[in-house]
T-cell receptor, first 112, second 119 residues
Framework: QKEVEQDPGPLSVPEGAIVSLNCTYSNSAFQYFMWYRQYSRKGPELLMYTYSSGNKEDGRFTAQVDKSSKYISLFIRDSQPSDSATYLCAMSLNTGGFKTIFGAGTRLFVKA | DTGVSQNPRHKITKRGQNVTFRCDPISEHNRLYWYRQTLGQGPEFLTYFQNEAQLEKSRLLSDRFSAERPKGSFSTLEIQRTEQGDSAMYLC?????????????????FGPGTRLTVL
């Protein structure tokens, strides 16, 4: 069993839809939960991070962490074609990214 | 461009050849990471440096792999006697490690990667 499980998709939605992306994990010691966006032929870029449990909102993006269920989510409101990318969840025991464990990524297509 | 740069962007080589990749981190970033990403997978940690010191190596980093960061600036990743299973995207990331309170996160900035194809 992988430490971090993420449905690879692809997920195809119409423009303006609300997108829900999810990951589950097995290591209850994870403290930092990140979402990265990766465009084709590019490196990942950090979208958001959350420390411990709770919600965090940044513009059209909302990240949720439920440590009791070992489940994290990323919601994208009013999705745009420019949101089409691979979204990677990632988790770490500590700050600084050392030993960050990434999910496999979910490919998202937003159709105009 | 003040971001992380990697060279070359693409490398095609024959099995058994040696290859070397270079990463130039963001200036003054003291931590540098190497990851490997295969198709349909997320990045997997290979190794990281704090300044010029290599502090951790993954079990994925076989003895055919070696990484250096002389003078704590750019870094190189060399793969000797390449195998077809080495075909992947090799990503470099850097961060400025600062002492921060609980809950603060030192963001990793990734380069565009070097895509290696071993024939």
């Amino acid at each position: 069993q992988k430490e971090v499980e993420q449905d690879p998709g692809p997920l195809s939605v119409p423009e303006g839809a609300i997108v829900s992306l999810n990951c589950t994990y097995s290591n209850s010691a994870f403290q930092y939960f990140m979402w990265y966006r990766q465009y084709s032929r590019k490196g990942p870029e950090l979208l958001m991070y959350t420390y411990s449990s709770g919600n965090k909102e940044d513009g059209r993006f909302t990240a949720q962490v439920d440590k009791s269920s070992k489940y994290i989510s990323l919601f994208i409101r009013d999705s745009q074609p420019s949101d089409s990318a691979t979204y990677l969840c990632a988790m770490s025991l500590n700050t600084g990214g050392f030993k960050t464990i990434f999910g496999a990524g979910t490919r998202l297509f937003v159709k105009a | 461009d003040t971001g992380v740069s990697q060279n070359p962007r693409h490398k095609i080589t024959k099995r058994g050849q040696n290859v070397t990749f270079r990463c130039d981190p963001i200036s003054e970033h003291n931590r540098l990471y190497w990851y490997r990403q295969t198709l349909g997978q997320g990045p997997e940690f290979l190794t990281y440096f704090q300044n010029e010191a290599q502090l951790e190596k993954s079990r994925l980093l076989s003895d055919r792999f070696s990484a250096e960061r002389p003078k704590g600036s750019f870094s190189t990743l060399e793969i000797q006697r390449t195998e077809q299973g080495d075909s992947a995207m090799y990503l470099c990331a850097s961060t400025l490690r600062v002492l921060a309170g609980e809950g603060s996160y030192n963001e990793q900035f990734f380069g565009p990667g070097t895509r290696l194809t071993v024939l």
